[in-house]
Nanobody, 124 residues
C-alpha cells in the first residue's frame, strides 16, 4: 500500500521553529517530487502550496511568504522528506499536508498521493 504519513505538528510560539516529517511507505520517495501544502479553517477548499523539492535535481521551491524561513529536504535512507520551519508567525497556523507526484517539476499540480495532514499552531 502506497502511503504518506506526516508527523511533527504541534504548538509553537511566534518566532519558534518546528520540523515536519513526511514518511513514505510502499514506494521510493526519492523518485518523486514532493510538496508541502497547508490549509487553514478560513480556506477550507483551498490548499496553499508552500514548499516543494524536485525529484530530478533536489532543487527547492517555496512560496514567497515562507522564503528564507522554510527549508525542504530529503533523507533517502529514511524514505522521508522534511519541512524545517523557522521564525514562525501566527499566519503559519494551518494543517500541513505532504503530497507526491511522479512529475519532475514543482508546479504544485497533479499531486497523486497525499498524507492525512498534521496540525501546526503558532500561538503564545
Amino acid at each position: 500500500q502506497l502511503q504518506l504519513v506526516e508527523s511533527g505538528g504541534g504548538l509553537v510560539q511566534p518566532g519558534g521553529s518546528l520540523r515536519l516529517s513526511c514518511a513514505a511507505s510502499g514506494f521510493t520517495l526519492r523518485n518523486y517530487t514532493v510538496a508541502w501544502f497547508r490549509q487553514t479553517p478560513q480556506k477550507e477548499n483551498d490548499r496553499e502550496g508552500v514548499s516543494c523539492i524536485r525529484s530530478s535535481d533536489g532543487r527547492e521551491f517555496h512560496t514567497d511568504s515562507v522564503k528564507g524561513r522554510f527549508v525542504i529536504s530529503r533523507d533517502n535512507a529514511k524514505n522521508t522528506v522534511y519541512l524545517q520551519m523557522t521564525r514562525m508567525t501566527p499566519e503559519d497556523t494551518a494543517v500541513y499536508y505532504c503530497a507526491a507526484t511522479g512529475e519532475p517539476g514543482c508546479d504544485f499540480k497533479n499531486l497523486e498521493l497525499w498524507g492525512q495532514g498534521t496540525l501546526v499552531t503558532v500561538s503564545r
